[in-house]
């Protein structure tokens, strides 16, 4: 099978299922967006294989949801139909916060915004929550034109709060000192 279609090369792109649509639509930017996040996420799951296992293991699952909630916002759905996303469910985003949880329970409270940065593990965490927030608004903006499984949105909302403490998390691990939002700067 080649890589290259043509197909897209007028504009659009083929849904799930074979419609096509224009390539700057909603809905392709609502997976378009998913996508980046599970790229981004592949490079934090190769910065902590070598440290952690049990957290790459953990973040590749991530990227299994990730992709089936792409696979989802991917799929036409010309009736507007209460359709549910395979491979995702209700336990997936207490899994989510469980390990939000988890982290949380080891990190000193912060009375300050904290800027992103510090490890490159850290800094990879932030882009993967900053990425994860803009596909969340475009996921809330696909649902303003038609359903979209509620859970999809609050997987997304769950998982950019893990990634916030995740990136804390890597930081205090290695010793590395974070960043607080000086206002006075």
Known sequence: MKVY?????????????????????????AYGTVDEINSVVGMLASAVKD????????LLVIQNKLFNIG????????DNAETTPFGLCEADVEHIEQA????????????????????????????CRTTTRRAERRVVELADECFVNPLVIRYLNRLSDFFFVFARFNNIEQHIAENLWNKEC
């Open 71 to 78: 696979c989802y916002l991917a799929t036409d759905n010309p």
């Open 5 to 29: 279609t043509k197909g897209g090369d007028s504009g659009t792109t083929s849904l799930v299922g074979g419609a096509r649509i224009k390539k700057y639509g909603v809905r392709i930017e």
């Open 51 to 58: 440290r952690c296992e049990e957290w790459h293991n953990f």
């Open 100 to 127: 939000i949880d988890a982290i949380q329970a080891k990190l000193p409270q912060v009375n300050n915004f904290v800027l992103p940065g510090g490890s490159m593990e850290a800094s990879i965490a932030d882009l």
